[in-house]
């Protein structure tokens, strides 16, 4: 009762005042426009969370303790083996190696190899084989047309604490026979007598003797110094000898960059034994090569000169027509050079290219490794080669790689063979294989692909396409497209077998307006050949070679019958 009177008199003294005042209120006008709904964004939390010190309360003190509590359960670790250090027998790397077999067509073949252990000081060792064959195509005036090579080989090593020194002597001889007439029937056989076939043979000695570094290069050093002299003589007394002296230098940095520089001088001369009128050949080249290597982790790239300086001197030149050559001459050339190797992804793809720049002095050496029976008293002349290519190589999916690859190759003097489209028709001046130089362009390509079947089957193809343009004249015997598919079995140490099958596309042997008798374009050909190894043990094996498995009568001589079908077997024992 007491507070609403209290409340009462307090209105009215409120009142009281407000009617009092001398001037008036106004008037406040309101409107409503509707009933006021909350919203969560509008509430408003005022204490997060009240602090200790705010309260009249003291904190209370907890004390705790942290205990392990066992687990009971019923696993038992196995106890281990201790381990065991055992020492073994390292299997002995064979020094003595021995092939022996025999095939149709008269073939016998015979290797021998004999390597001393590598002792800290010194090695040597010797090696010896001769292979020899006849021909197995009927039709053919000359029957007994086969070859035979026969190489033997001595080395001695020395090693010192950076460098080691060693000399090699390499001795070859080989034999071959014409290659035969075709019996065409073209002329008729009664019209001349054919006689013994025609032989030619080399004579080939090789000393070696050089320098090597065997530690790392840290500042700038010689990293190799080599002279090797190689003699030639063959069977109608044509003599050449070839002495080149290689020097290596090697500055290593520790920014991944390093910088060699090579340097080489060669000499040359071709000439007759018995006759001082005959056709005379000799060279000099000094070669100068500086190049610097970059590397960062996966990325490689070469970047150099190569300077080449030649003086050619021919005496008692032979004139032919269209490819006329000064008796004197001096080339100098000058070829920046570059190589790159690039990562993609690290493992499975990268890209690598080059561009580099060769000179080769063509000798009869290095011609009659390609084709034994060679017009005595060839013309020799230097190539130039300026090839640019760039590839791919990746990895498919485990066991499976790829790499293809397409290059530009220019051509100044290629070595081209050739022989004579009436060949045939003069048994008595019987004449071996010409060789050309073609100036022209190449363009070849190339696509190879490996694939790892099983543990034990290994499968690769590899394609490859070429395409010339020469000038004047053709690529004789050349062909456009090269295959070949290799399978490989391997059954441990039991036995392994492999098989490769080829092809050969078209060739032209030679311009068809010169001889309209015999066709110049050679017909493609597909063969195979089989490989198979048993190991009866690890000193001994057996083996089995079969070649031209299909019976092909392809051209082995530049287009011209040899043997179909050659089966080889022996025995290999290793001790």
Do not use: C
């Amino acid at each position: 009762m007491k507070f609403r009177t209290l409340l009462t008199a307090s209105a009215l003294l409120t009142q009281y005042a407000l009617w009092s005042q001398g001037e008036s209120l106004g008037q406040i006008k309101l409107e409503v426009i509707g009933s006021y709904k909350a919203n969560i964004e509008d509430a408003q939390k005022l204490n997060d969370l009240p602090r200790t010190e705010d309260t009249t309360r003291s904190r209370i003190p907890v004390k705790f303790e942290i205990k392990p509590i066992i687990l009971p359960t019923d696993y038992t670790p196995e106890p281990l083996r201790p381990a065991k250090i055992t020492k073994t027998a390292v299997e002995p790397i064979p020094r003595t190696f021995l092939r022996a077999g025999a095939g149709l067509y008269t073939t016998p073949l015979l290797e021998f190899r004999y390597d001393s252990d590598r002792s800290r000081n010194n090695a040597f060792g010797a090696s010896f084989n001769h292979y020899s064959t006849r021909t197995g195509v009927r039709k053919i005036l000359f029957d007994n047309n086969g070859l035979s090579t026969t190489r033997g080989l001595v080395y001695y090593r020395h090693f010192f604490s950076n460098y080691s020194l060693g000399a090699t002597s390499h001795l070859t001889y080989d034999r071959v026979k014409y290659y035969g007439l075709p019996d065409y029937g073209l002329p008729p056989l009664d019209t001349f007598t054919i006689g013994n076939p025609a032989v030619q043979s080399y004579l080939i000695s090789t000393t070696r003797v050089d320098a090597m570094r065997l530690t790392p290069v840290r500042t700038f050093a010689m990293s190799n110094l080599g002279f090797r002299f190689d003699f030639l003589r063959d069977r109608y007394n044509i003599a050449e000898f070839h002495a080149s002296l290689p020097i290596d230098f090697e500055l290593a940095r520790n920014d991944n960059r390093n910088l060699k520089v090579q340097l080489a001088y060669e000499h040359m001369q071709h000439y007759n034994t018995i006759d001082a009128n005959a056709l005379a050949f000799q060279a000099n080249t000094f070669r100068i090569r500086p190049f610097m290597n970059f590397s960062n982790n996966n990325l490689t790239f070469d970047l150099g000169l190569n300077m080449v300086l030649s003086n050619y001197q021919r005496n008692n030149l032979i004139t032919i027509p269209g490819y006329e050559k000064e008796p004197d001459e001096v080339y100098f050339f000058i070829f920046p050079e570059a190589r790159f190797k690039v990562p993609l992804i690290a493992d499975v793809l990268e890209f690598d290219g080059f561009l580099k720049y060769d000179f080769q002095l063509n000798t009869l050496q290095s011609l009659s490794r390609s084709w034994l029976f060679i017009t005595p008293g060839i013309e020799l002349d230097y190539t130039q080669k300026i090839h640019g290519q760039i590839g791919m190589s990746g990895l498919i999916f485990p066991g499976a790689s790829f790499h293809l690859n397409a290059g530009y190759i220019d051509w100044k003097n290629l070595p081209i063979f050739y022989r004579n489209p009436f060949f045939y028709k003069t048994p008595d001046a019987i004449k071996g294989v010409e060789v050309l130089y073609l100036d022209g362009t190449q363009v070849p390509l190339q696509a190879k692909l490996s694939v790892k079947l099983t543990k034990s089957i290994d499968a690769e193809g590899i394609v490859n396409f070429n395409h010339y343009e020469m000038k004047r004249q053709q690529a004789w015997h050349l062909p456009r497209w090269r295959n070949e598919i290799k399978l490989k079995y391997s059954n441990g140490d039991a036995f392994d077998i492999g098989m490769d099958v080829f092809f050969i596309g078209e060739r032209v042997a030679f311009d068809q307006a010169l001889n309209t008798e015999i066709n110049a374009i050679l017909k493609p050909y597909t063969d195979a050949n089989l490989h198979f190894n048993y190991h009866y043990s690890k000193q001994m094996s057996f083996f089995l070679s079969i070649n031209n498995m299909f019976f092909n009568h392809y051209e082995h001589y530049l287009g011209y019958h040899a043997q179909q079908f050659l089966a080889l077997a022996g025995v290999v024992y290793k001790l």
